[in-house]
Every structure is written in C-alpha cells, then in structure tokens.
C-alpha cells in the first residue's frame, strides 16, 4: 500500500533531511546498477566468445559477443515507458520490485547457462533474452532518485549533489573488476571458463537485495511522501512530453555522448584488445582497470568542485575538447596501457560526474521525470550501447588508430550539442 501523499508545502528543513536519507539510497542504487552492468561487460570478453561462440576465431567471438552487449540498452527506453503504466496499477514500490526482480532473475540466470558444447546454438539465443531480461529490469528500475537528489540540492552545491549518484559507476565497476581479478589470478584458465566466472553473477543477487530494501525504505518513508509532491517527481503522458519538449530530449541524448563513449573506451574495449593480444595474463591487464577504477573515483568527486566552481557546461565542454584530444593519442598510449587506462579513467571521472546533470533542467517540471527518463536511456543507447562492437570491429578492419576516430566523434557530438544549447538559450533570453 503506498504512501497517502498530502499537498502541503515543502520547506527548506524537510528538502535538506530528505538529502541525508537520499545519498546512500542513490549511491546504493546506482552502485547495484553498474555492478551488474560491469559484471556482464567483464564477461562478455573474457567467458562468452569460449563458452557460447566456441566454432568461430577468437576475433569473431568478440564481435558476437558484443553484438548481443547493446540489447539491454535498446530496450530501456520501452520498458521504462511499459513499466511506468504499471506503476498505475501496483504503485512504485511494486514496480520497483518487479522490476528488479527481473534484472537479478535475468542476471542470475546468465551464471546458469549451459555452453554452447552441451546445447548447442541454444546456448547464445538463451544469452539474448536474459540480456533482453536485463535490459527490462533495468528500464523499469527508473526511480527518479536521482532527479529527486538535484532538483533539491542547496543552489551552489549544485554540481556536487549532481555528482554523488554518479560514483555509483567506479565503485560497481572496481567491485565487478576485482571479482574477475581474484578469480582469473586463482583458477587455472580451464577452472575459470567451466565454472568460475559464473560466480560473480550470484553475487548480483546480494546487492540487489540490499538495494532494493533501501529503496522500497525510502519510497514509504514521510521523506519520500513530501518530495513526491513536487511535479517532477510525477510521470506525465509520453506523446504529450515529446509535443512540448522532443528537441530538448534530443539535446539532452547527446549531451553526455563523449562521457558514455569513453566508459566503455577504457574499461570494456582495451579489456577486449588485451584478450586479442595475450600479450600478458589477463589478470595483470585487470589489475590495472582496477587502478584505473581508483582513479575514476577522485574525478567524479573532482567533478562536483569544479562544476560548482567554474559551471557544468564549462566542465562539459572542457573534457569534451580533452576526450578530443586524447582519442588522437590511443595509438601512442595504448603501448604502455598504463598511461592510456589512467588518463582515460581521469578523464572519464571528470566528464561522467557531470554528464547527466544538465538534463533535467532541459524540461517543464511537468514533464521532467518522464523526459528525463527517456532522455538517459537514449544518451546510453547512442553513446555507450554500441561502442565495444564499433570500436573492435574498426581496429579489426583498419587499426587502432581508427577506435580513436570513435571516440572523438563522440566528443564532438557533445560539442555540438553545447553549442546548440547555448545558441538556444541566448535565443530565448
């Protein structure tokens, strides 16, 4: 039974006791989100092309493998919407559960699959709809916590309230990553492939179920029922928000392209190119992922004082021009593959701290939960989705050098879309 839910003013002492409850339930929220992402992009490099594309070269194991990757992204947007008039019926705590009992069911699942030796092409068509079930928990999972934490932060911290979810993704990435470490550095290359990578996707059930008491505690919670009479915290109809804002979903897409592309530009691709290369264990090249996780770490939290300071389109557009710049360097830094992970996972740090922060913004109070909602699925789709496939599939046609040329045109579409934004509001004023 959810929360009666009175229309009474919020004042600034009930906005800021909100925010208390509010930082560990979004850090724990989006910390079980990234862990069961990273767990699933780990393995789709080291585990799937042996276990369910065994027939083909290693090179194009990879390639099948990442080719199922994007699924789960192109499917938020739908069940977000789908989930949304679920909502109606059982509210949002019950959507919220069933939502992530889809995702840690699906998740569960993949660490249950036979291979491709004992069921044949049975196995990978079970690997795309358990991946397809990701993407559905995932899309349904949309809790507006993280637009409930920005739209109430005091006006100049601003840009570090908008920071906090986002170190969701280099803790649930170096949790993720030092799983694999451990058990890649302990299990022969046999024990690891036949069972010991299933592992980590149990553990997905664990943090899942913490995550979802903390947020089915804050939904029921007085906190929760005050906040929630903002409008922003309300969906509205999808057609009628896209009638009043489809070019500031557009906007808000691209916005953060040149953060997402590079997440998955020094986390899964070189994981993917070291695999190829077998020019060390496996388990040395994750070690350094997993410094390269520490140093992501500071640059988020880095993020937030700088964009408090100097202001997050500034910051947006600075790391742009720097994620730019170093898209020409991959060839050069990709040799040592220390300096390419640390630099890059700074960079990442400072860029992703603020990439969704502008979004909200962009809408009506009206219309933000829902547009905000299908603005970040489709920036995940265009930016983050398809970039280990891309990325691989250039370097194996035409060289490293052309991984780069990706990453900067995802740098520069962030450009663009700032230059856009700024056109827009000098327009208006």
């Known amino acids: 039974m959810e929360v009666a839910y009175n229309e009474k003013p919020v004042t600034d002492g009930e906005r800021r006791q909100v925010l208390d409850e509010l930082l560990v339930t979004v850090i724990m929220a989006r910390v079980t989100d990234h862990f069961g992402f990273f767990v699933y992009a780990f393995a789709s490099v080291l585990v799937f092309p042996q ?18 990757f994007p699924l ?17 019926s059982i509210g949002r705590s019950g959507k919220i559960t069933v939502a992530l009992v ?13 291979s491709y030796a004992s069921v044949g092409i049975t196995a990978p068509v079970l690997l795309v709809l358990l991946r397809i079930g990701q993407g559905i928990g995932l899309g349904g999972s949309w809790d507006g916590l993280t637009l409930m934490l920005q739209n109430n932060a005091p006006e100049n911290r601003r840009g570090w309230y908008a920071m906090i979810p986002q170190l969701g993704a280099p803790i649930g990435m170096c949790v993720a990553v030092a799983i694999f470490y451990v058990l890649t550095g302990f299990l022969t290359e046999e024990e690891f492939v036949q069972w010991g990578w299933r592992w980590p996707f149990f553990a997905v059930l664990a943090v899942n179920v913490v995550s979802l008491f903390a947020r089915l505690q804050l ?44 997440m998955h530009m020094v986390s899964v691709f070189p994981l993917a190119y070291a695999y190829l290369e077998a020019g060390q264990p496996i388990s040395e090249f994750l070690l350094l992922v997993l410094i390269g996780g520490a140093v992501f770490l500071p640059g988020v939290v880095l993020s937030g004082v700088l964009s408090d300071r100097f202001g997050r389109r500034r910051m947006l557009a600075v790391t742009s021009v720097l994620i730019g710049a170093y898209s020409f360097l991959i060839t050069n830094l990709f040799e040592t593959g220390q300096a390419y992970l640390f630099i890059g996972f700074f ?7 603020q990439a969704s922060a502008i979004l909200p913004n962009r809408f009506q109070k009206a219309y933000r939960y829902t547009g905000s909602a299908l603005a970040t699925n489709l920036s995940w789709i265009f930016g983050a989705a398809f970039a280990p496939l891309v990325a691989m599939s250039l370097t ?4 490293l050098a052309s991984a780069g040329y990706y990453l900067l045109s995802g740098a520069l579409v962030t450009l663009v879309a700032l230059t856009v934004l700024h056109y827009r509001d000098k327009k208006t004023v």
């Open 347 to 353: 960079l990442l740090g400072l860029s992703y701290g």
């Open 219 to 262: 939904i029921h919670s007085d906190d929760h029922a005050v906040m929630k009479v903002d409008q922003e915290m309300k969906p509205s109809p999808f057609f009628e928000m896209l009638s009043v804002h489809w070019r500031d979903v557009l906007l808000a897409t691209f916005l953060p392209l040149a953060s997402y592309a590079l």
């Open 72 to 88: 789960a992204f192109l499917v938020r947007p739908i069940a977000s919407q789908g989930f949304k008039y679920l909502e109606r």
């Open 51 to 68: 276990v369910f594309f065994p027939e083909v070269s290693r090179e194009m194991g990879i390639l099948y493998s990442f080719m199922i």
């Open 396 to 399: 194996l046609e035409f060289g």
């Open 102 to 114: 889809v995702l840690c069911a699906s998740t569960m699942a993949i660490g249950l699959l036979p």
